[in-house]
């Protein structure tokens, strides 16, 4: 049974940076996608980061500003935002899956306010 569990979600600054962390717990071993999505108040669901087969792919939104990373010891998958905007606020998501994104978290919310 595959459980994701996320943290680090809170109240930043405009400009601030926060870190998000996925604990991943489960037989994961042939699951080869991971990655940050999230969710804003009246939109759709949308990417922002992956690692697939190692290669690590950005929503052009955040590239330069958000950095996703696996931490194989600790069995987390993280990310690091930078220079955060009032446009990143949203519950973000961890997911992992073999192709597809086949399990998900239960999210964490990013509030970007001054």
């Known amino acids: 049974q595959v459980q994701l569990v996320e943290s680090g979600g809170g109240l930043v600054q405009p400009g601030g940076s926060l870190t998000l962390s996925c604990a991943t717990s489960g037989n994961t071993l042939n699951l080869y996608s991971m990655g940050w999505y999230r969710q804003a108040p009246g939109n759709e669901r949308e990417f922002v980061a992956s690692?697939?087969?190692?290669?690590?792919n950005y929503a052009d939104s955040v590239k330069g500003r958000f950095t996703i990373s696996r931490d194989n010891p600790k069995s987390t998958l993280d990310l690091q935002m930078n220079s955060l905007k009032p446009e990143d606020t949203a519950v973000y998501y961890c997911?992992?899956?073999?192709?597809?994104?086949?399990?998900w978290g239960k999210g964490t919310l990013v509030t970007v306010s001054s």
């Open positions: 690692i697939v087969y190692g290669r690590t």
């Open positions: 997911a992992i899956g073999r192709y597809d994104m086949d399990y």
